[in-house]
């Protein structure tokens, strides 16, 4: 009887993970941190048969998986600001050049273009503003979307040095 109860629930477990994995690719990222919750939360409930102790792990498991996510996003998002900023940084005022960033996995990906408005320096940094474009797909006619930013160069290279732009952009995760 043991034997089938744990064929049963471990048959019961995989159906529930295996739904969460298919819930999980279909509807992006805002979702992993309550998938991942809900199955460990159910997982751990039908092995302990407490239902608190499952709760408990799974708003733990959420809370963690929703952190991991917005690390990730947040440093996706910073790889596209440090580009932007390079690119400013390498042109002079007036011109025009394209960026781009391409990851490992097809996420977060950007390309567009920066174009430096002006240049101007203080007794800390050399600074530029400029205006860039964030290009919405591949597609030759794909609408653009701009910004205004500025960029400081420092003893690395050159850096983002705005909020408002970014916060418009990528949100609160800059």
Known sequence: MTLSFDVTLALRVSVVAAAA???VSMSGCASI????GATA???TGAFTTNPAVGFAVGVAVQAATDEAVKRVTKSLHQDQQVMIAVTAG???VGETRPWKVKHTLPVENGHGEVRVLREFGSALATCKEFAFSVVDGDDAKAPADWFIATACQQSEGWKWASAEPAVERWGSLQ
Do not use: K, T
């Open 41 to 43: 939360g159910i997982a």
């Open 90 to 92: 390498s042109s002079q």
């Open 21 to 23: 994995a298919a819930c």
């Open 33 to 36: 941190g309550a998938a991942a």
